[in-house]
């Protein structure tokens, strides 16, 4: 869709796909994974439970976003969840990789925009890759959720020709929406 140049604010509604892989990111390794809290300020029933006052609740969207009864084989990278027709059917409060509710990611639509140009901007030069002896990265909980140990990645540069001209056989085959 780009054909090469950078992506602007206006391209970031028409960048469909690469928006929907960027969810479904989000949905398999939530960067804040964990360690939010509430606190109840008086008591109070949520469904079958009932809090006392000061009760402290841990939310936890890794835990959320891995549960079959939202997510469908949730362990599988499936952009197509996100698509419009089927993110209309995942129940509110099942994906919070920016929380939910009043105190929602102030920052959501910041970091949002920004892994989208970045990822339009560095997907249309390289092809990222794991090293060949490299394992597939573990996740760990340090405060954010990251790769244990970090991780190399292999910026293999794509050929010239996707710049300004057609998208590449490759890029075409790996995009069921090539046509963005
Ligand atoms: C991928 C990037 C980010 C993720 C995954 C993320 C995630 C979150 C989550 C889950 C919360 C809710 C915490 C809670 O409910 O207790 C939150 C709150 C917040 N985030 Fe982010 N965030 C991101 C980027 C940013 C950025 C770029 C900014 C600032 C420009 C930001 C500023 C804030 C602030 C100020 C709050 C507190 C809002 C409040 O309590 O009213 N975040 N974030």
């Known amino acids: 869709m780009l054909g090469g140049r950078a992506p602007e604010y206006t391209d970031l509604a028409r960048l469909t796909y690469l928006g929907q892989t960027i969810r479904e990111t989000l949905r398999l390794r939530p960067p804040a994974a964990s360690l939010f809290t509430r606190q109840a300020v008086e008591a109070v029933r949520i469904g079958p439970w009932t809090l006392p006052k000061g009760a402290m609740v841990l ?78 990265p573990r996740p760990s909980l340090n405060v954010t959720l990251r790769p244990a140990g970090g991780m190399r990645l292999l910026l293999v540069p794509r050929r010239l020709q996707s710049v300004n001209t057609a998208p590449t056989a490759r890029a075409a085959a790996s995009c069921p929406h090539a046509s963005h």
């Not at 939310?59 to 084989?73: G, K, L, N, Q, S």
């Not at 099942?94 to 639509?109: D, E, K, M, T």
């Not at 892994?115 to 060949?132: C, E, G, K, N, S």
């Open 59 to 136: 939310i936890t969207p890794y835990v959320m976003h891995h549960d079959a009864r939202w997510f469908e084989d949730p362990e599988r990278f499936d952009p197509e969840r996100f698509s419009p027709e089927r993110a209309e059917h995942i129940p509110r409060g099942a994906y919070l990789p920016f929380g939910v509710g009043p105190r929602v990611c102030i920052g959501n639509s910041f970091a949002t925009m920004e892994m989208t140009l970045i990822a339009a901007m560095l997907l249309q030069r390289f092809d990222l890759r794991l090293p060949p002896d490299s394992a597939p």
